[in-house]
C-alpha cells in the first residue's frame, strides 16, 4: 500500500513536479522567501513545545489566573508569561549556547523570541476566554491539550484503491467558547501557498477527528509568526464543502504522478505557472530533470 505523508500533500498542491521529486528522490520542499533565515523552523517548534510543557506544570503561570476572567488583563498576563517563560525557558538556553560558543545558533534563537512575543499574547487571550469554563489550576492542560501528535489514516479513493496518510501536527488546543478543538500549524515564514497550507491544516482536523473518534468537529488555524504574526483561521464548516472534497482526488493524483518514467510517451507531473519556480529548492534540479526527460513528448 502507498503512503504518503501530509507534508507531501501541500507539496503536491504546490507544485506537482516538486513533489515527484521529493517522493522518489528526498531533497527540501519549501518555498521561503530568499530572505528568510535557514533553520530556525525545527528550533522554533521545539521552543514553543517546550514553553507550553513549562506553563501547563508550573504553578507559577496557573497563579496568574486565580481572578476571575472579567478582571484579567490580556497585557498584564502577557507581560509576566514573557517574563516567566525567559527566566524559565529561553535564558537558559541562551545560556547554554553562550557557553558552547554557538554565536549563529544565539542570532537565530533571537530571531524566534521575536516571534514568540506575540505568540504569547495570543496564546493568553485564549486562555482568558477559556476561564470562565474551568478553574485556573487545570486551565492550562485543558487549553493546551497536545503537542506533537502522530497521525495515521486511510483514505479511500476515486478509484476505490486505499492510500494510508501519516503526519504530525503541531498542536492541539481547545476552545470553551466554541466548544471545539482547534489544529494549530505553526510557520516561520510567510506562506507562498495559502491554498496549499489550507490543505495541510485541514487534513490534519479531518485526520484528528477521524483518529480519536471525536464527536465534535475540528477546526484549524495557521499561526505565522515570523516575519511578523498573523493567524489563518478556519472553521469544520468552511473546509468541509470545499477542501475535504478534493483531498482523495488530490491523492488519486498524487498516485498517478508516481508513477510516471523518464523517456515515456506519457506527460509527467504537470508544471506550475507562476513566481514559486523562483524560489524553489529544486529549481535546477527540476528544470534539467524533466527538460532532458520530456524533450520527445
Keep these: 500500500m502507498i503512503t504518503f505523508s501530509v507534508t507531501q500533500v501541500r507539496v503536491a498542491f504546490e ?11 528526498r531533497g527540501q520542499t519549501l518555498f521561503v522567501p530568499s530572505a528568510h533565515i535557514k533553520g530556525i523552523g525545527s528550533l522554533f517548534h521545539q521552543l514553543a513545545e517546550k514553553l507550553i510543557d513549562t506553563a501547563k506544570h508550573n504553578s507559577q503561570f496557573a497563579i496568574l489566573f486565580v481572578p476571575e476572567s472579567d478582571k484579567l488583563d490580556v497585557e498584564d498576563i502577557t507581560a509576566q508569561f514573557q517574563q516567566l517563560f525567559y527566566q524559565f525557558v529561553f535564558f537558559p538556553i541562551l545560556q547554554k549556547e553562550i557557553q558552547q560558543n554557538h554565536s549563529k545558533l544565539i542570532h537565530k534563537y533571537y530571531q524566534i523570541w521575536q516571534g514568540i512575543i506575540p505568540l504569547i499574547r495570543h496564546w493568553v487571550t485564549l486562555l482568558i476566554k477559556n476561564r470562565s469554563f474551568c478553574k485556573p489550576d487545570v486551565l492550562l492542560k485543558k487549553t493546551f491539550t497536545a503537542e506533537e501528535i502522530r ?95 478534493l483531498i482523495p482526488h488530490k491523492l488519486q493524483q498524487m498516485q498517478n504522478w508516481i508513477t510516471w518514467k523518464q523517456n515515456t510517451s506519457s506527460p509527467p507531473p504537470p508544471a506550475i505557472k507562476s513566481n514559486l519556480c523562483d524560489i524553489c529548492p529544486q529549481q535546477t534540479t527540476c528544470q534539467q530533470f524533466f527538460e532532458i526527460s520530456t524533450d520527445n513528448w
Design 15 to 25: 507544485c506537482p513536479r516538486l513533489f515527484y521529486l521529493n517522493y522518489h528522490f
Design 151 to 245: 497521525l495515521i489514516h486511510l483514505f479511500t479513493l476515486p478509484k476505490g484503491n486505499k492510500i494510508q496518510l501519516i503526519g504530525r501536527l503541531d498542536s492541539v488546543i481547545y476552545d470553551f467558547p466554541k466548544r471545539r478543538y482547534c489544529v494549530v500549524e505553526y510557520k516561520t515564514y510567510q506562506p507562498s501557498d495559502l491554498a496549499a497550507q489550507l490543505a495541510q491544516v485541514a487534513l490534519y482536523s479531518y485526520m484528528l477527528k477521524e483518529t480519536k473518534n471525536l464527536s465534535t468537529p475540528v477546526n484549524s488555524s495557521v499561526h505565522q509568526v515570523l516575519p511578523t504574526f498573523q493567524e489563518y483561521y478556519y472553521p469544520w464548516e468552511e473546509l468541509e464543502n470545499t477542501v475535504y472534497q
